[in-house]
């Protein structure tokens, strides 16, 4: 049997090609833009599906103010799955606040009831 030896064979540094530090900024936004795009499509997937449901189990989505109720909770939604990934939307501090606010509340009702 033959015996090899454990070498390593380093690459020439003259040869490393280093990236443009600006080129690789451009890339991350390119990459976000995409996320985004991709859960908005998500979000709006979904959003058509669940007014077909809500139409089929009798709810009445031609009253008068759904259409604006409905658009709100479906941009909530959105700001919901785009904090998951860390991505911002106009809606996010103020559902923070409303978060906040219900969170006290919650306490409030839970220290009167003890």
Not at 29 to 52: C, P, Y
Not at 79 to 105: G, N, R, W, Y
């Amino acid at each position: 049997m033959k015996k090899t030896a454990n070498t390593v064979l380093e690459f020439p540094k003259s040869r490393i090609v280093r990236e443009n530090v600006d080129h690789l900024s451009g890339n991350k936004k390119s990459i976000d833009d995409t996320r985004r795009s991709i859960l908005s499509q998500l979000v709006d997937h979904e959003a058509n599906r669940l007014i077909v449901e809500l139409s089929l189990e009798g709810i009445d989505i031609e009253k008068d103010g759904f259409d604006k109720y409905f658009a709100l909770s479906m941009e909530c939604l959105r700001a919901s799955v785009f904090k998951t990934f860390d991505i911002s939307h106009p809606l996010q501090s103020a559902m923070d606040e409303m978060i906040a606010a219900i969170e006290a509340i919650n306490k409030s009702t839970e220290k009167n009831e003890e």
